[in-house]
């Protein structure tokens, strides 16, 4: 009878324990980061250009050009960063989203690894004009981590309303 307890409590242990959005607390400003949000809405700049840089493990550079808030040019920028990566791009409008979607869905697992790991903060600085976040970072914390896993940072640079 103990051994029955015992595996129905390892069962439950394996199938609801680990990483669960409820139990996790993201340090995050969420109201500062929805006002800033719906500042940038507010200006409804569909053409601009930026140059987005990556910086964690890797590291890539982007010079995005956008027109009618879609991507119409990607330029990888080697100066930085020896790595050319033109997958991650990304609108502005699609950069809040994605913050939002990890600050609302904080735990990500890796079950072939056995790893589970979660977004406990988030830390961004704001452009003072246009509210977009210039420097933004996802720090992570969770078990069997490896040094992909733990933080990487975003910065946006160069913005021109066009």
Known sequence: MKKIF???GFLILVFFGGCK???ISVSFDYEKFL???GKWETLNILNYSYTFSFNGFSC???NIEIKNNLINR???DT???FFIDTTNSSTISQIFSNIDYIYNNPCIKKINRK???YCKEIKIEYDPIYYFPIY???IYEGKNMDLTDTENSQHLTNFLEQ
């Open 21 to 23: 959005k409820d139990n």
């Open 60 to 62: 890539f550079s982007n």
């Open 6 to 8: 015992l595996s129905i």
């Open 35 to 37: 006002e800033m949000k």
């Open 115 to 117: 790893t589970y790991y």
């Open 74 to 76: 990607i330029v990888p």
């Open 79 to 81: 100066s930085q960063c």
């Open 136 to 138: 933004y970072e996802f």
